[in-house]
């Protein structure tokens, strides 16, 4: 009987404090409504944008160039062409083109084949068997160039020593990260202000951000091809392209969301 009242005062005791567990519990979701029956992700916000720029002359120039050699010797036309590439290496470090700025983009070999064609009795073109007319060889190398002011002079170089192409040259930003920060920071604070406005307007206080984007807009630098930048070198020297930069804007588009009270 005693075993009995004990088992029984342990179960009310158990009882009462799962009781007041669930009791705490429903105050502290009650707490997190705005209004009761609504859900948290309901609560009054504001929506605001912001625009920050950075307007910079870009410090970089990229550009590529290429080698191609031909020749019914595979080995012949690799010669050729790792002696000219090696020559405008040469170049490229005399300029003060430093190894980390230059890398090979492509080595590409293979076969090129004409097909001898002819006129039929009847007028129609007629083709005959392909032939091997030699095989191609061709390097491409991608180049930075810190110093813009000696871009010219570099490309123009390139193309005369031997290149058979040099094209897509594009500028960017050394220190794009930072620039990248610095219209971040003011998109940020322009939102911001929009809030403080806005929640001003409304009669109203912000509380927190409860949700934020970004919208970055990275320049497209104009892609400025070099004309004639073939040809080999006939001896005469070259008048080096000029290479105008201009000045670029890095853009940031920030959304931010505050909760209101």
Same mark, same amino acid.
């Not at 813009?148 to 490309?155: E, F, M, R, S």
């Given at each position: 009987m005693f075993e009995d009242h004990k088992v029984k005062k342990s179960v009310v005791i158990t009882l009462a *404090?799962? &009781? *007041?567990? *669930?009791a705490a519990k429903f105050v502290g979701e009650v707490k997190s409504y705005k209004y009761v029956g609504i859900s948290p992700q309901y609560q009054s916000t504001i929506m605001v944008t912001g625009k920050g720029e950075i307007a910079e002359t870009p410090d970089i120039a990229t550009f590529t160039f290429s080698v191609t050699e031909e020749s019914l010797s595979i080995k012949t036309a690799q010669d050729k062409a790792t002696e000219t590439t090696k020559a405008i290496l040469a170049f490229l470090r005399k300029e003060g083109i430093e190894d980390k700025d230059i890398h090979t983009s492509g080595y590409n070999i293979y076969p090129r084949y004409e097909y001898p064609k002819s006129l039929t009795v009847s007028g129609l073109t007629q083709?005959? $068997?392909q032939t091997l007319v030699a095989y191609v060889v061709s390097q491409s190398v991608t180049v930075k160039v810190r110093d *813009? %002011?000696?871009? @010219? $002079? !570099?490309?123009g170089g390139v193309g005369e020593i031997g290149a058979t192409d040099v094209s897509g040259l594009s500028f960017d930003f050394d220190k794009r990260d930072s620039l990248e920060k610095q219209a971040r920071d003011k998109a940020i604070k322009e939102a911001r202000a929009?809030?403080?406005n806005l929640a001003k307007s409304l009669g109203v206080s912000l509380v927190r951000i409860v949700s934020y984007s970004e919208n970055n807009f990275y320049p497209s630098f104009a $892609? !400025?091809?070099? %004309?004639? &930048? &073939? @040809?080999?070198g006939d001896g005469t020297g070259s008048v080096s392209p000029e290479i105008p930069v201009g000045e670029s804007t890095i853009t940031s588009n920030v959304t931010i969301t505050y909760e209101v009270k």
């Open positions: *404090l799962l &009781s *007041l567990f *669930l083709y005959g $068997k *813009l %002011g000696n871009a @010219g $002079k !570099v490309i929009e809030a403080d $892609k !400025v091809m070099t %004309g004639e &930048s &073939s @040809g080999r």
